[in-house]
């Protein structure tokens, strides 16, 4: 290291946080399908985003459900920050991919 320089050690978090990430969802073998909105709001807490879970649970939103929310879906649900909407709708993307990789 330089003597006047800083290291960024933010490099190293981002592959260890998807790495755990993946792992959690992997970890549930039950198909997303069958979920119940228990699982869902606990999926949910996996996103750091716990405090909809009280909506999606209101609103009945199951696996089979959640597998096909769109942007439009999150803001007639209430979610109006963008960050959140994006951090749900890539959970999908990947709760998806990882359901169509286990049939």
Not at 34 to 55: F, N, P
Not at 56 to 81: M, Q, T, V
């Amino acid at each position: 290291m330089v003597k006047g320089t800083v290291e960024a050690p933010c490099f190293s978090i981002v592959p260890k946080f998807k790495k755990e990430k993946t792992q959690r969802h992997k970890a549930n073998p039950q198909s997303v399908q069958r979920w119940g909105t228990d699982e869902v709001a606990a999926w949910l807490d996996l996103l750091s985003l716990g405090e909809y879970k009280e909506i999606f649970i209101r609103h009945d939103i199951r696996g089979s459900e959640l597998l096909h929310l769109e942007r439009r879906d999150l803001k007639d649900l209430g979610i109006s920050k963008v960050g959140h909407m994006k951090r749900i709708l890539q959970g999908i993307k990947e709760l998806a991919k990882n359901t169509l990789s286990d049939l």
